[in-house]
Nanobody, 127 residues
């Protein structure tokens, strides 16, 4: 079965950086669009960043543009989220998500558009 395992979360001071990783198994990673979402306490899960199957196209939520970078290594079946200039409002559980995609450059930012999810990793940014 499909498994997505996030890692790299933790506690960091405002202005600091973290790099999240999501290792995928049980799917053909090179035919999979990937994304990161996050959910803060009492709030809905929200889109953070997405990348196409090839890694050639990415998209970001306005709140993280210029600070976060999504990337993938298809040889390692892993997607990454580099987070710089972190703010207290970035505090949340971060989830990676996957869906089938092969060809095209469509990007998907809706929770309902992904059918595979990891368990999440906590990111806490102190002020």
């Amino acid at each position: 079965q499909v498994q997505l395992a996030e890692s790299g979360g933790g506690l960091v001071q405002a202005g600091g950086s973290l790099r999240l990783s999501c290792a995928a198994s049980g799917l053909t990673f090179s035919r999979t669009a990937m994304a990161w979402f996050r959910q803060a306490p009492g709030k809905d899960r929200e889109f953070v960043a997405a990348v196409t199957w090839s890694g050639g196209t990415t998209s970001y939520a306005d709140s993280v543009k210029g600070r976060f970078t999504i990337s993938r290594d298809n040889a390692k079946n892993t997607v990454y989220l580099q987070m710089n200039s972190l703010k207290p409002e970035d505090t949340a559980v971060y989830y990676c998500a996957a869906r089938y995609q092969y060809g095209g450059i469509n990007l998907f930012s809706g929770v309902h558009e992904y059918n595979n999810w990891g368990q999440g990793t906590q990111v806490t940014v102190s002020s």
